[in-house]
């Protein structure tokens, strides 16, 4: 079982980028900026340790904030909790926008950028599911993928949002 889901997820992300930025599939596409600003957490893929060749975020809950004016918020625990949105967007309030990542998306493609590290760059394609696809991969989610910078996914992220 744990075979065949990774396949479906393998399928799903390689059939995602057969899609031009303004094609979509029935299964979903590049969301628009409009579908990505908000609250996120992250949803566990099954085998995520087998898919993932590194893992540079290794603590397993994890949530982000996409905002309008181009800044991107996260936190990460080893411990889940049961954050509301307001939880979330309380928290990040306090943190200094000057010191935060910013984050630019382009058709499928997002990139952050950490002005407080030098010649930090994320390269991730994004994806939003249209459907459920499967007991995880759901209508509204959004897939993620890193790019090791040439051209190859190192590492999946698939996140739930938080209403």
């Avoid at 393998?10 to 930025?21: D, E, M, V």
């Avoid at 540079?56 to 994890?62: L, S």
């Avoid at 407080?116 to 991730?124: C, Q, S, V």
Wanted: charged residues 30%.
């Amino acid at each position: 079982m744990k075979k065949k889901n990774t396949i479906l997820i393998l399928l799903t992300l390689f059939s995602f980028s057969l899609f031009a930025q303004e094609n979509n599939s029935d299964a979903g596409g590049p969301p628009k900026l409009s579908e990505l600003l908000g609250v996120w957490k992250k949803v566990e893929i099954p085998n995520e340790d087998e898919i993932n060749t590194v893992n540079p975020w290794p603590q397993k809950y994890q949530w982000f904030a996409f905002f309008e004016n181009g800044k991107v918020y996260s936190m990460m625990s080893d411990i889940d909790y049961d954050y509301t949105k307001k939880d979330i967007l309380e928290t990040f309030k306090v943190l200094p926008s000057d010191k935060t990542p910013d984050y630019k998306l382009e058709g499928q493609f997002l990139t952050i950028d950490n002005k407080e590290i030098k010649d930090y760059r994320e390269l991730w394609g994004v994806n939003l599911f249209a459907k459920d696809i499967n007991e995880f991969l759901k209508k509204g989610n959004l897939m993620m993928t890193l790019d090791d910078g040439k051209g190859n996914v190192i590492y999946y992220r698939l996140l739930k949002r938080i209403e």
